[in-house]
C-alpha cells in the first residue's frame, strides 16, 4: 500500500529566509506555479506535503512531513504557511478555493497524525 494523495492545489511555494528577513520562491529565483499534494500513507499514518513545478522539469520543490501539533497559519485568505524544524514554508495559492481546500485537508492530516 502506497502513498494516496488527499488533496492537489495550485500554490506558489514559498521558504522565508531568515537572514535576509524575506520570501524567496522553492526552487528557483523566480515564482511560478506548482502542484501541491498531501500524501497519505496509510499503513504508516503518516502525512506530507509534496509540490512539483507545473513547467516542464517537474522539479520537487517541497517535501515536508507533516508532524503532530503542526500549527498551520491561515495569515490570508490566499497565503498559508506553517514551520517546519528547519524553516518556514509558505503556499501562495491560486485560488482562495485552492487555498480553504487545502487547509481543510491539512488539519485533518494534522489531527490524525
Ligand atoms: C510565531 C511565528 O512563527 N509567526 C510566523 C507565522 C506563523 C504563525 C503561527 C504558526 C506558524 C507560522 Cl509560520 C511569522 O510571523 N512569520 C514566519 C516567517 C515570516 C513571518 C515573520 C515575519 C514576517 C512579517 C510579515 C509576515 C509575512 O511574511 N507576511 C506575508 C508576506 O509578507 N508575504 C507573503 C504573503 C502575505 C503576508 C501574510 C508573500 C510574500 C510576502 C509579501 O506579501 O510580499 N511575516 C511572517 O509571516
Not at 524575506?22 to 511560478?32: D, F, H, L
Not at 513547467?55 to 508532524?67: L, P
Not at 490566499?78 to 487547509?103: C, I, M, T, Y
Request: aromatic share 10%.
Amino acid at each position: 500500500m502506497g502513498e494516496t494523495s488527499i488533496c492537489q492545489v495550485r500554490a506558489t511555494v514559498m521558504l522565508y529566509d531568515d537572514t535576509n528577513k524575506r520570501w524567496v520562491p522553492a526552487g528557483s529565483e523566480n515564482p511560478s506555479f506548482s502542484r501541491v499534494q498531501i500524501y497519505h500513507n496509510a499503513a504508516a499514518n503518516t502525512y506530507r506535503v509534496v509540490g512539483r513545478k507545473i513547467q516542464a522539469d517537474q522539479q520537487v520543490v517541497i517535501n515536508c512531513a507533516i508532524i503532530r501539533g503542526m500549527k498551520y497559519n491561515q495569515a490570508t485568505p490566499n497565503f498559508h504557511q506553517w514551520r517546519d524544524p528547519k524553516q518556514v514554508w509558505g503556499l501562495n495559492f491560486g485560488s482562495k478555493e485552492d487555498a480553504a481546500a487545502f487547509a481543510a485537508a491539512m488539519m485533518r492530516a494534522i489531527d490524525a497524525v
